[in-house]
């Protein structure tokens, strides 16, 4: 990573670990927050169409693990091949990570679902913070990230962010859509998946491991090394 990435990989990660933090205290202290929390749900819950409801239950699929671990892993097999080790590297351990440290706050805040006489969807694991939103952010994130090294412009990188991001916008939506999760559920998924990734690829770049490289300014393609 170049140095301007690298301080720009440190902000997204300060800002995205203040924003779970932040999260993570006004559920845990803040009356009002929760309230808040259980009437938008119940709102959504009542309003929401039937349509809606059976588009949701598929988008949803995108969060799952029974995707998201397959996929991660033809990504790590991927770039494995293509002799981007640190791309493959970051993948893997965005994996490994989002499911062993979503376990771990899970466990810590012990957060129980919403409650509905007609639910959706019938869950019984803790809420907080959102598996799904966590999931698709850290692995969605990650796979943007390794895409992006081997682009060389700036169009071409943010495309691939853009993606990832509508495509956990969609999954941390449909878990609040089907009453399975608060908002602060998945804002709190969504903040620890990109400081996980971002966490990941500072720590990667001061092992000496290059990711990104700088982009070129004109639109022309070509591949670029940057693996060390």
Do not use: C, N
């Amino acid at each position: 990573m170049t140095p301007r990435s690298q301080r720009l990989a440190a902000v997204v990660f300060a800002t995205s670990l203040a924003s779970f933090v932040a999260v993570a205290v006004a559920v845990v202290t803040w009356e009002s927050a929760a309230q808040r929390d259980v009437q938008f749900v119940r709102w959504v819950h009542s309003s929401a169409p039937d349509a809606l409801i059976d588009g949701m239950r598929v988008l949803t699929y995108a969060g799952s693990v029974f995707l998201l671990g397959p996929l991660m892993l033809v990504g790590v097999v991927f770039f494995i091949r293509r002799r981007r080790r640190t791309a493959a590297v970051l993948v893997l351990l965005a994996l490994v990570g989002s499911l062993l440290v979503d376990e771990v706050l899970k466990a810590g805040f012990r957060r129980a679902r919403p409650e509905f006489e007609d639910p959706f969807v019938q869950l019984t694991t803790y809420a907080f913070p959102s598996g799904h939103a966590f999931g698709a952010a850290a692995a969605y994130g990650a796979l943007a990230l390794a895409i992006a090294s081997v682009m060389t412009t700036r169009r071409e990188r943010a495309l691939a962010f853009l993606a990832a991001a509508s495509i956990v916008l969609i999954v941390a939506a449909s878990r609040v859509i089907l009453g399975v999760h608060y908002v602060s559920d998945v804002l709190a998924g969504v903040a620890a998946g990109v400081a996980l990734v971002s966490g990941l690829a500072l720590v990667l770049a001061r092992t000496g491991r290059q990711l990104l490289g700088p982009v070129r300014r004109d639109q022309e393609t070509q591949s670029a090394r940057f693996d060390t």
